[in-house]
């Protein structure tokens, strides 16, 4: 997850329990890094242009981060335990394929999203092609 143009790119990033993520700053000014998330409680010093310093994600749930220069820079880790997560696009779409028959328990996350942990479930049975569409509220 880049820091570029006073953002974090992407803004929300998925990522498998246990997975390092690096945090390359391609602006030209300094940057640091925060999170006071339960699954993750660090704080990266300020560091330069084309410099990285990276993290570790041991547990599984959404990680706010945060940048102590810039106060409207917000990013977002989602840590998950399951092959089957994907991002939705622009249009609030996604499409996960090879996930296998049966029942299942369907999460779906948002940074605002309304609900414990920003998040909802439903229980889906899956049988063959599966759709569904889903309405949130946001706070
Ligand atoms: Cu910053």
């Known amino acids: 997850m ?26 030209r000014v300094r940057h640091s890094i925060y999170s006071f998330s339960r699954i993750a409680r660090f704080e990266i ?35 998950v335990e399951t092959p089957f997560a994907a991002k939705t696009d622009a249009n609030g ?14 999460t779906v996350w948002h940074p605002r999203l309304r609900g414990p942990a920003n998040e909802m479930r439903a229980s889906v049975s899956l049988n063959g092609d599966f759709s569904r569409k889903i309405g949130i509220r946001l706070r």
């Open 93 to 106: 779409l996604v499409q996960i394929a090879g996930i296998p028959t049966g029942s299942a328990v369907m």
């Open 45 to 79: 010093d300020l560091y330069g242009r084309e410099q990285t310093r990276a993290q570790k994600f041991d547990i599984a749930g959404a990680a706010a981060l945060g940048c102590n220069i810039h106060d409207a820079m917000r990013g977002y880790v989602r840590v």
């Open 2 to 27: 880049a820091q570029k143009d006073l953002k974090f790119t992407p803004g929300t990033l998925i990522v498998a329990k246990g997975s390092v993520v690096a945090f390359p700053n391609l602006d």
